[in-house]
């Protein structure tokens, strides 16, 4: 995912999809690909992802520019995902191309690390 | 989640959390009261989420402006959750804001459902 080493602005293409149950082990390796293979692309800046037992899944990308966003839509083997998707993979989706404004983090520190000088709450 | 009837632009909140094994009875609760109160709020589009059984978890809210968004996180009950949120539930978590520059969908034609007129393939 971006660290906080990259700051606002950047791209987010946020996918949401809902599966059918066709072909797990295909869509399983592809996703896996799609994956290894995005990160690869220039301007890739990393990929989030998540999918409950719904069904419904939510994986964001995050890219320098629209530019990159583009090229990576247009990449040869990632077209052939996209058609193996709409004509087996998923009942339906979403794409949604972002602009990020504003991003913060939060990261709670265990227990056993808090810092014994730390000011009492 | 914002139907084709909401053209861009709009925006979303993209919240990509891991959470801690702390009590998840009482995370479950105030995230089912969190979805039914944001749909309660001037400005709400709609919400999208899911969660992994390896604990990470993607929420993405969308909205009218960037006014709404910040009503929203300044809600006395939603400010509560989010200090639970930092006290129990989240090991760590990002938030992003970003406009929403385009968008589109795609729904599979359910088999039986093809009208027996469309033109060979």
Not at 22 to 29: F, R, W
Not at 48 to 72: F, N
Request: aromatic residues 10%; hydrophobic residues 35%.
């Amino acid at each position: 995912m971006p660290t906080s080493a990259t700051p606002p602005p950047y791209y987010a293409v946020i996918f949401t999809s809902l599966r059918t149950d066709l072909d797990g082990e295909g869509y399983a390796a592809t996703a896996a690909r799609m994956e290894q293979l995005a990160a690869e692309q220039p301007g890739f800046l990393g990929v989030e992802s998540a999918r409950g037992a719904d069904g419904v899944g939510i994986t964001v990308s995050y890219w320098d520019s629209l530019e990159s966003i583009r090229r990576w839509r247009e990449h040869a083997e990632h077209q052939l995902a996209q058609q193996n998707g709409k004509a087996k993979w998923y009942a339906q989706y979403t794409l949604r191309i972002c602009r990020v404004e504003e991003a913060y983090g939060f990261e709670a520190v265990p227990a056993q690390q808090k810092p014994s000088h730390a000011p009492p709450a």
